[in-house]
């Protein structure tokens, strides 16, 4: 269905194909247009139909298609026609009740809207609520998380500063001991190296005294045994002599 106007009558028009010929040829015969006088379809602003792809999107809009002679006389073609008024009128009054039944139609259909539209605005609202609550109480506990997290971090600052400082004096009393250990350990060093030059020259001088006493006993045994040599020879002789005067005594 078409709807067709044209000399300021509004026609609903069936059409077997909506194209642009057809659509032309139906107008013709629907408007009493002359045979050989050229028809142009306008849209309502104005602009030419000339594709039948515009008219079939203006047609499933259910938009009007205006129809005018192409050579601009409407008012020959208006007195071309003999269709009497009142079929257009009762036409129109038809036109308006059904528009009248959109009209309330689009109306209920914008109140349903309205109230579903309110009702989600306040679906909306309540979960908005919800989510702000949702929202400050997140906050609330980040906060006290946060609060919780910087005492901990604090404790743990202190708690490492104390560490540091326990660390740094027990370094100290190492480097301490340790000094004073290595300070014992040099004096112990000196102690024996002292105490082995004290041994060893103890060792030299018993040595140079067992040297000297293994010289001395050697030369007390060789006057011992040249003292027992010259005892023996003097026995020696003096037997000797004794003898030779026992030989000289008569007999």
Not at 112 to 135: H, I, L, N, P
Not at 175 to 192: N, P
Request: with cysteine; proline share 2%; glycine share 4%.
């Amino acid at each position: 269905r078409v709807y067709l106007h044209a000399c300021g009558r509004l026609e609903a028009v069936a059409v077997d194909s909506v194209t642009v010929s057809e659509v032309r040829a139906v107008a013709r015969l629907a408007f009493d247009f002359v045979g050989d006088q050229g028809l142009v379809l306008v849209d309502k602003n104005g602009s030419s139909i000339v594709e039948d792809d515009a008219l079939r999107h203006i047609v499933s809009l259910a938009d009007t298609v205006y129809v005018q002679p192409s050579d601009g006389t409407p008012h020959e073609a208006r007195r071309n026609i003999d269709q009497p008024l009142e079929p257009n009128i009762g036409f129109l009054c038809d036109g308006l009740a059904a528009s009248r039944q959109e009209v309330a139609e689009l109306c209920a259909q914008m109140e349903s809207m309205k109230t579903a539209f309110r009702q989600e605005c306040g679906a909306w609202k309540r979960a908005d609520d919800a989510m702000r609550c949702e929202v400050e109480e997140l906050r609330s506990w980040t906060r006290k998380q946060f609060q919780i997290e910087d005492k901990r971090f604090e404790e743990l600052q202190r708690s490492l500063k104390d560490e540091a400082f326990a660390r740094e004096r027990t370094a100290q009393d190492l480097a301490k001991k340790c000094m004073e250990t290595r300070s014992a350990l040099g004096s112990e060093a000196k102690a024996r190296e002292h105490g082995d030059f004290s041994a060893h020259s103890e060792i030299e001088e018993l040595r140079r005294s067992i040297q000297l006493e293994v010289t001395d006993r050697e030369d007390s045994e060789v006057r011992t045994e040249r003292g027992l040599r010259d005892a023996r020879d003097a026995v020696e002789e003096a037997a000797e002599a004794s003898s030779a005067e026992i030989s000289d005594l008569p007999r």
